[in-house]
Each structure stands twice: as structure tokens, then as C-alpha cells.
């Protein structure tokens, strides 16, 4: 698919190709230019959206567990045989390297089975001649759901497959700055699921905003940062929506001081530079043992030195662009004013020249706690390093701030690790990785990182509501 092809792209709602009197325009962050609009939703056609959803949640819900599951496995093969179509939208919209956007989406396919082997089985708490009583999992109705920019279709596929596999149906809101895959995954689902019970829609911030309000929208699955999932929190007071919010993090990556910095210095440097640092679970902040420190810091640097930065769609590139201009202003203005602060660039790679949004590289030193590069979340690639000499300090460090995202601890006695890694104030606590994930094994965050989990059973139970089924079977 060429970019003269994909303009316009359509919305997905009750089954049909839907556009609307405005648009919106998608740029690619590698050379800045325009190629894709897609719809901006008027409130009229969100408001049709869900009640589509809502009325075809009367059937699906009822349609049999099994054949819900057979049609998301379907989907699963669609998107499989899809690859190449999105991989290539994905690299044009959000800038990573082809390569990496077809892991995207083998990585999507790859939760997503993983959210399909699981069931639902009703919980027996009693079971006697006087009583029977059980813990149903039941449907909640219309689920919305809004995804962020970094990985668009791995995001959306997280929440259309629970959703509807727990018997919801969906209306889908991609981030006005990455819609267009998603707008494809929209059309791939027409072709398995009955009109109405995947619907996506495109549009800006207040396109989220009204889904959050909306009365007959019973759930808000949200990836995002965390100023607009407190705002979404407060929105869904309205009809007590439930919630889960998957926002943002600022995860640290404690390095003990019995470990090999060049056997862990690549896995550390990805931990922070995959997907250009846009990453909610990249290790945004190490602290390193005095022992090491330099070590660690000479081994990340050659790492650094062998990566390359460019266009996605070029071969060889490692890192692509940033994903839009305000997050390239914000990170650079950030590292910007750490440096006029006293912090010290360790390394800063060359960038390609020309009008892509491209950031380089950068790995600081003798950085504060004060500056916002080490309280705030820098979701692009900037690494701060700071030294400890004392690892109760370093696991202070590591539990300040308002996330609580992951973390890590590197070193090479795993039972010390351990037991350091345990005390870490975050959902996810890895040892020797960063970040950790599997299709069984629940992810989300803990203080201002968000609410709720995502993936395995404890995932798709956030899809449904408890019911308690209590039978007197004699007096
Ligand atoms: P964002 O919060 O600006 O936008 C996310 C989505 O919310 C977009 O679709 C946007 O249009 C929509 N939105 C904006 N204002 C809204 C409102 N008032 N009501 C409802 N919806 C609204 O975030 P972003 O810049 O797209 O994404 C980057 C952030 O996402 C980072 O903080 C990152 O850490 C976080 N993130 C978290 C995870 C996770 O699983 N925890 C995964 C990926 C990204």
C-alpha cells in the first residue's frame, strides 16, 4: 500500500466504511510530510458508534464462549496474514524501523493468543445439598478504548481481543498522531465479527473526552500518560465506568556491584533505547554501584556507538525518529535544560540530517534529583546514570516519584537481586530484565502509573463484572 492509495482512510462503524466532513492529517516523523488523513468523529457519529456497539452487545454477549473465541482466533490469522500491509503503516505513522513493526505486530498476535487460551470458568464457593453459590464473570457493554502513539497496533489489539472475547463489544479510539493501522485492524475485523462489535473511530483529544462521558459506555480501557488518565478517571465519574488506566512510568534499574558490565550492557541499553526510549516500561533511570559505574558507563557507550539512527523504512536503522513534534520539543528542551543544570553528556550519537524528527542518542551523567529528566518521565532516548554507594540509598532513589511503572535490579547473585527487586515500588519488579512480559503474565502499575492490569486471566478479568450465583437448594 502507497501513500497515494491510503487517502482517505475510513472509520469503522456498525460494520461500514464511515467518513466525516473534517479530517485530520497524519504525518510521517521521518520526513514530515503528510501521508494518510483519516476521519476527524463528529459527536453525532460517536454517538451512533456506540449505540451500535450497544445494540449489537445484545447478541454477542450471548453467542457461546467457544465461537467468541473461534472468531477472535479468526482475527488473530487475519491480522497474521496482514503483516506486511501493517508493518508498513506502522513504520510510516509512528517512525521505528520495518523490522521492529513487524515484531509490533508479532508481538500483538502473540498476547493476543495467549488473552485467547484463557477461560473464564465460573468459581465454586459452595457446593452442598443446602446451597450452591458461585463467582460468575459476566460482560460489561460498550468498552471504549483509546490507545497512545508508540506501539498503535500491539496497543489496540490488547483491548479489542479481551474485550470482545469476554463477550464486550468495542468502540476504539486510536491517537490522533498513529490512526491509520488502526483504522486497518478496524477493516480486517469487519471481515470476522458481526456488524457492530468492533468499531474504531478517529479523531483528537476531545474525541476521548466525550467516550469518557459518555452514559452508555461502560468501560474505559485507556493507554496513555497519566495527566490524561487522572482527567479520564474523573470524566467516568458520570455512569461509574470502570476503569483500567495503563499510564505513564519513570522506571529505575538498580546495578549492584557484582555484575558484568559487558555481559549486561546491551540488555541494559535496550531496557532504555528500544522504540527510541518511547517505551512506558523503558529503564529510564539507573543507578549504578560506585564499584562499577565506570565500567558500566564505558560498556554502554560502545553499545551506543554501534547503533544506528534513521528513516524506518531504510535498511540497517536501529532507532527511527520520534513519533511527533511535541514530544521531539519536550524531550529536547528537557535534556536542554539538565545540561545548563551542571549534568554531564556521557554520549550523544550523530542524527541524520534533513527535516525527521530525529533525537539523538544521549546518556547523562552527574544529573540531580531536581532536574526533570530524573523526576519526570522522558519518553524518548535520553539514559541519566547516577552512582550509589549505598544500595538502601539507591532503592530510595529508585521508589521516589509519583510512578510506579517497573523496575529492575542487575546483578549476579539472583537470590540478592531478589530480595532488592521485591522492595521496589512498582507493578512489575524484574531481575537481570527490563522490562518482563508474557501473554499469562499480568502488566500495569502501580501509584501514578495507573489502575488495573493487563494480560492473562487477571487481564481479562478486567473485561467483565462479578456476579455471585447463590442457589438455597433445601432449607
Ligand atoms: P496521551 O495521554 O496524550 O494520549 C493518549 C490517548 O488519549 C490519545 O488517544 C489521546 O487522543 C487521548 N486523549 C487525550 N486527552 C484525552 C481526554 N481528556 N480524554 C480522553 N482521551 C484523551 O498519551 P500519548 O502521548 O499518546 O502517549 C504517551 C504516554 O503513554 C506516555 O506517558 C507513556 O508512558 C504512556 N504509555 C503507557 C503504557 C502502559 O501500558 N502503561 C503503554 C504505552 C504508553
Redesign the pocket.
Known amino acids: 500500500m502507497n501513500s497515494p492509495e491510503i487517502l482517505p482512510l475510513p472509520m469503522w462503524i456498525g460494520g461500514k466504511p464511515v467518513s466525516s466532513p473534517n479530517s485530520i492529517a497524519v504525518s510521517d516523523p521521518a520526513s514530515g510530510e503528510t501521508f494518510a488523513r483519516v476521519p476527524d468523529c463528529t459527536r453525532t457519529q460517536l454517538d451512533d458508534a456506540v449505540a451500535v456497539a450497544q445494540r449489537a452487545f445484545a447478541e454477542w454477549s450471548l453467542v457461546p464462549g467457544e465461537r467468541r473465541r473461534a472468531m477472535v482466533n479468526a482475527f488473530i490469522e487475519r491480522v497474521v496474514a496482514d503483516t506486511d500491509v501493517l508493518a508498513d503503516l506502522i513504520t510510516r505513522e509512528q517512525g521505528k524501523p520495518l523490522p521492529k513493526a513487524r515484531s509490533e505486530i508479532g508481538s500483538a498476535v502473540f498476547f493476543s493468543r495467549g488473552y485467547a487460551a484463557v477461560e473464564l470458568k465460573p468459581e465454586v464457593l459452595r457446593d452442598t445439598p443446602q446451597q450452591r453459590a458461585e463467582v460468575r464473570r459476566r460482560p460489561l457493554g460498550v468498552v471504549g478504548a ?6 498503535p497496533v500491539l ?1 489496540a489489539m490488547w483491548k479489542i481481543v479481551p474485550a470482545v472475547l469476554a463477550g464486550n463489544t468495542v468502540v476504539l ?5 498513529t490512526p491509520v493501522a488502526t483504522l486497518r485492524l478496524g477493516e480486517l475485523a469487519q471481515e470476522i465479527f458481526p456488524p457492530g462489535v468492533v468499531n474504531v473511530v478517529s479523531g ?2 476531545d ?3 466525550w ?2 462521558e459518555h452514559p452508555d459506555i461502560r468501560k474505559i480501557a ?8 487522572k ?2 478517571m474523573a ?1 467516568a465519574a458520570g455512569n461509574l465506568k470502570r476503569l483500567t488506566l ?4 519513570n522506571d529505575a534499574g538498580i546495578v549492584l556491584d557484582d555484575v558484568d558490565p559487558a555481559a549486561i550492557a546491551a540488555d541494559l541499553f535496550w531496557a532504555k533505547f528500544s522504540n527510541c526510549g518511547q ?3 523503558a529503564l529510564k533511570r539507573m543507578y549504578v554501584h560506585r564499584s562499577v559505574y565506570r565500567a558500566v558507563c564505558d560498556e554502554l557507550v560502545k553499545v551506543a556507538a554501534t547503533v544506528k539512527i534513521g528513516p524506518g523504512t531504510q535498511e540497517g536503522v536501529d532507532i527511527g525518529p520520534i513519533q511527533n513534534k511535541a ?1 521531539y520539543a519536550l524531550v529536547h528542551a528537557m535534556v536542554d535544560e539538565a545540561v545548563a543544570a551542571g549534568a554531564k553528556v556521557l554520549y550523544r550519537s550523530p542524527v541524520p540530517p534533513g527535516p525527521g524528527l530525529f533525537l539523538p542518542i544521549t546518556i547523562l551523567t552527574d544529573v540531580t534529583p531536581e532536574m526533570r529528566v530524573v523526576k519526570e ?1 522522558v ?1 524518548g532516548p535520553v539514559l541519566s546514570i547516577t552512582p550509589y554507594d549505598d544500595e538502601e540509598q539507591a532503592l530510595r532513589w529508585a521508589n521516589q516519584g509519583e510512578y510506579g ?1 517497573g523496575g529492575s535490579v542487575w546483578g549476579s547473585d539472583i537470590d540478592r537481586a531478589t530480595r532488592l527487586a521485591a522492595r521496589l515500588d512498582a507493578g512489575g519488579a524484574w531481575v537481570n530484565q527490563h522490562p518482563a512480559m508474557g501473554p499469562d503474565i499480568p ?1 500495569g ?1 502501580v501509584k501514578g ?2 489502575i488495573g492490569v ?1 494480560l492473562g486471566r487477571l487481564g481479562l478479568e478486567e473485561y467483565t463484572s462479578v456476579q455471585v450465583l447463590n442457589v438455597k437448594r433445601a432449607a
Open positions: 483509546i490507545t497512545a502513539w508508540n506501539y496497543l479510539k486510536p491517537s490522533p498522531n483528537g483529544n474525541l476521548g473526552a467516550m469518557t485507556f493507554t496513555g500518560s497519566g495527566p490524561t488518565g482527567r479520564i470524566s495503563e499510564l505513564g512510568g517505551v512506558c516500561a514530544q518521565e519518553f511503572l502488566f502499575g502509573s495507573g493487563e
